[in-house]
C-alpha cells in the first residue's frame, strides 16, 4: 500500500499547490497597484512556496539551446537515436560541420531524471559530441516490457556505445559507474571494436569498503528482505506502468532531503525572503534547482534490489565475484582504454578511495593509461556540476579525452 498512499496524498494536495500557484501568479500582477503590497508580498511568498513544494514525475527540459564554439553560438538540436522501453540513447545535435570527440554520458538510475546532468553535458558540448543515456520512469514502463535488472543495464550501456561506434568516449557520474566498468570490461575481453578508447569514472561506488559514508552504513545493517519489504512499491494501475514493483523516486527523494534537512529548510526560508522582497534573480535560481529535484522517477525493483545487493552489500565488482549473463566481469581484461577516476574531497555519498578502487581493479593498464583526481572544496554534487567542474575537473576530462582520441 506503500505507493497508493502516497498517490492518495499528492492526488489530494496537488490541486491545493495548483491553486496556491495560479493565486501567487495573479497576486504579482495586482501587489504594485495596492496600498497593502508588503502584506500581499509576505502572502505571496507563502502561497509560491508552498505551490512549488511537490514533486513531479515529468521529466524536466535539458534546456540547452546552443553551445559556444569559438566566437559563436552554435544552436543544439535533440535527437533519439536509439530507443528501448527503459531508455532513449539522446544525441545533443550541433549545428556544426566540425568534427568532434564522440562522447556516451552514462547517467545515474537513482530517483532523479538524466536532465539532473545538464550543467555536465551542457560543459561537455563545447569540445565533444554528447550523447546521454535518457532513462525512463518505470512507473510509464508497461509490464509486458519485461524486468530491468542489473544485467539489463549494463546490457544497455554496451548497445548503446556501439551505436556511436569506435573510438568513443564514455563518462559515468556516480551509481553507474559500477555498470561502466563492467560493461567496458565486458566488450575489452571480447575484443569488441567498438569498446571506448577513454573512461572517466565520477563519484562512483566501485567499492564501498573503502572510506563507508552513511549511505554504505545503512546498506551494510539490514538484510536485502528487509529492503524488498519496506521500500519496493507498485505502480497503480491508472499509469502505463500499472502492476510494475517500483523503488518509488518519491523514497529516494525523502531519502536525498532527510541527509542534508536542515539546509533544505534554510534553502526556502531564504526563498520566501527573496518573494518577499521581490529579489528575483535569487528566487528563479532556487525555483529552477527544486523544479529539478523535485522531479523523481521509480526504479525497476529488480534493478535496485540488485543494485544494493551486488555494489552496496556484497562489493562484487571489488572482490571480483560480478558476473554479467551468468560470465565473471574481468576489469583486468582492459588494456587499452584510459581510465581516469575522480573523487570530491567533501563527497557525503561516495567516500574518498571508492571511485579510485578502479584504478586497482584494472591491473593490466599501463600507468600512463590511469589517472586520478580529487577535486579539493567541493562534495558529490560538485564533482560534476557547477564552477569546480567547469573551471577545474572539466578541462582534465578533455585532456583525457584529446589524449586517447
Known amino acids: 500500500m506503500l505507493y497508493q498512499i502516497y498517490q492518495a496524498q499528492a492526488d489530494f494536495v496537488d490541486p491545493l499547490r495548483t491553486i496556491a500557484r495560479n493565486t501567487s501568479r495573479l497576486l504579482r500582477i495586482v501587489t504594485p497597484q495596492t496600498p497593502y503590497g508588503i502584506f500581499l508580498r509576505h502572502f505571496n511568498a507563502a502561497l509560491e512556496v508552498f505551490g512549488h513544494s511537490g514533486t513531479s514525475h515529468q521529466r524536466p527540459s535539458y534546456r540547452i539551446k546552443g553551445v559556444p564554439i569559438g566566437n559563436s553560438l552554435v544552436p543544439v538540436t535533440e535527437e533519439v537515436v536509439h530507443s528501448t522501453p527503459f531508455a532513449n540513447l539522446?544525441?545533443?545535435?550541433?549545428?556544426?560541420?566540425?568534427?568532434?570527440?564522440?562522447?556516451?554520458?552514462?547517467?545515474?538510475l537513482s530517483g532523479h531524471f538524466s536532465t539532473l546532468l545538464r550543467h555536465?553535458?551542457?560543459?561537455?558540448?563545447?569540445?565533444?559530441?554528447?550523447?546521454?543515456?535518457?532513462?525512463?520512469?518505470?512507473?510509464?514502463?508497461?509490464?509486458?516490457?519485461?524486468?530491468?535488472?542489473?544485467?539489463?543495464?549494463v546490457e544497455h550501456v554496451i548497445d548503446f556505445i556501439r551505436v556511436l561506434g569506435p573510438r568513443s568516449h564514455i563518462v559515468g557520474v556516480c551509481q553507474p559507474?559500477?555498470?561502466?566498468?563492467?560493461?567496458?570490461?565486458?566488450?575489452?575481453?571480447?575484443?569488441?571494436a567498438?569498446?571506448?578508447?577513454?573512461?572517466?569514472?565520477?563519484?562512483?561506488?566501485?567499492?564501498?569498503?573503502?572510506?563507508?559514508?552513511?549511505?554504505?552504513?545503512?546498506?551494510?545493517?539490514?538484510?536485502?528482505?528487509?529492503?524488498?519489504?519496506k521500500m519496493i512499491g507498485i505502480v497503480p494501475w491508472r499509469y502505463k506502468g500499472g502492476g510494475r514493483r517500483v523503488y518509488p523516486g518519491f523514497m529516494q527523494l525523502t531519502a536525498f532531503v532527510s541527509?542534508?534537512?536542515?539546509?533544505?529548510?534554510?534553502?526556502?526560508?531564504?526563498q520566501y525572503r527573496n518573494l518577499a522582497v521581490q529579489d528575483g534573480s535569487s528566487a528563479e535560481a532556487h525555483r529552477n534547482f527544486y523544479d529539478e529535484y523535485l522531479a523523481v522517477m521509480d526504479l525497476p525493483a529488480e534493478f535496485y534490489l540488485e543494485t544494493v545487493e551486488k555494489i552496496f552489500m556484497q562489493h562484487q565488482l571489488a572482490v571480483g565475484e560480478l558476473t554479467y549473463k551468468g560470465k565473471p566481469v574481468r576489469p583486468s581484461a582492459i588494456r587499452k582504454t584510459f581510465l581516469f577516476t575522480v573523487e570530491g574531497e567533501r563527497d557525503d555519498i561516495c567516500g574518498l578511495g571508492q571511485t579510485a578502487a578502479a584504478?586497482?581493479?584494472?591491473?593490466?593498464?599501463?600507468?600512463?593509461?590511469?589517472?586520478?583526481?580529487?577535486?579539493?572544496?567541493?562534495?558529490?554534487?560538485?564533482?560534476?556540476?557547477?564552477?569546480?567542474?567547469?573551471?577545474?575537473?572539466?578541462?582534465?576530462?578533455?585532456?583525457v579525452i584529446q589524449f586517447s582520441a
Open 90 to 108: 539522446l544525441h545533443f545535435k550541433k549545428d556544426s560541420d566540425r568534427k568532434q570527440p564522440k562522447v556516451l554520458v552514462v547517467a545515474p
Open 120 to 153: 555536465t553535458i551542457e560543459v561537455l558540448l563545447r569540445d565533444h559530441d554528447v550523447f546521454v543515456t535518457d532513462w525512463a520512469n518505470a512507473r510509464d514502463v508497461p509490464v509486458s516490457a519485461g524486468r530491468f535488472g542489473f544485467d539489463e543495464y
Open 177 to 192: 559507474t559500477v555498470a561502466v566498468l563492467a560493461a567496458v570490461s565486458v566488450m575489452a575481453e571480447e575484443d569488441d
Open 194 to 229: 567498438a569498446t571506448p578508447r577513454s573512461m572517466t569514472l565520477m563519484a562512483g561506488p566501485i567499492d564501498t569498503r573503502r572510506n563507508p559514508t552513511h549511505v554504505n552504513v545503512l546498506a551494510k545493517t539490514k538484510k536485502i528482505d528487509w529492503f524488498e519489504e
Open 259 to 270: 541527509m542534508n534537512l536542515d539546509k533544505h529548510i534554510s534553502a526556502h526560508m531564504r
Open 359 to 399: 584504478l586497482d581493479l584494472c591491473s593490466n593498464l599501463r600507468p600512463v593509461l590511469k589517472r586520478h583526481h580529487v577535486q579539493t572544496g567541493v562534495g558529490h554534487y560538485g564533482v560534476f556540476s557547477g564552477r569546480r567542474w567547469e573551471n577545474e575537473i572539466y578541462p582534465l576530462v578533455r585532456e
